[in-house]
């Protein structure tokens, strides 16, 4: 059983987060789902402690954490690190170095393998700055879990969205075994 760290970030497609979380676990996995906090506004945490059995982090500060330092503890103790969905905020921040909510301290904190799927609006996909962090971030080890093309929640169609669940679980098996 592999230890993963599941970042979800707020993204129309975190909906799919909680299914990704659902075959990781069905796959045998310890999941640990860490949330922006505007995540937590589209995915509640609870969901997500049903489906994986552990508690769900949103805020490193939270007094209900299960210890002081759950930003190093989890990042240290991960296996894999997995940000499905990615949006253009989160990608851009991490890139940066910028460790300002749980999930980017875990990312900064951990020495694990690490994928990313991210999600966005195809015209945000296409920015220049997008596709830099997502260089920078290819460069310190991150694979990148192409998004698909199709309609997407803000009523565009292009690439951006979030790749499928099951692709993922291909991706996060295949990291696992490398």
């Known amino acids: 059983m592999s230890n993963i760290v599941l970042g979800i ?8 987060a909680v299914d990704l979380a659902s ?10 789902a860490v949330l922006t906090c505007n995540a937590a506004r589209l995915v509640g945490p609870p ?3 049903a489906v994986t059995g552990n508690p769900c982090g949103v805020d ?9 330092m759950d930003h190093i503890d989890l990042g240290g103790a991960a296996d ?3 940000y499905a969905p990615a949006t253009a905020d989160l990608i851009g921040r991490m890139a940066a170095g910028i460790a300002n909510d749980l999930p980017t301290t875990v990312a900064l904190a951990s020495d694990a393998p690490r994928l990313l799927a991210p999600a966005m ?3 945000m996909w296409r920015h220049p700055l997008v596709a830099r962090n997502i260089g920078t971030l290819s460069d310190v080890g991150w694979q990148v879990v192409e998004p698909g093309e199709g309609f997407l929640a803000c009523r565009d169609e292009g690439q951006g969205r979030m790749a499928e669940p099951a692709e993922i ?3 996060v098996l295949a990291a696992l075994a490398g």
């Open 80 to 82: 894999l690190l997995v």
């Open 60 to 68: 490193e500060f939270d007094a209900e954490a299960a210890a002081p």
């Open 47 to 49: 969901l997500l402690r």
């Open 169 to 171: 679980v291909e991706a």
């Open 121 to 123: 609006n195809p015209a």
């Open 9 to 16: 970030s707020a993204s129309a497609a975190a909906h799919k």
């Open 23 to 32: 075959k990781l676990v069905q796959e045998g996995h310890d999941v640990h």
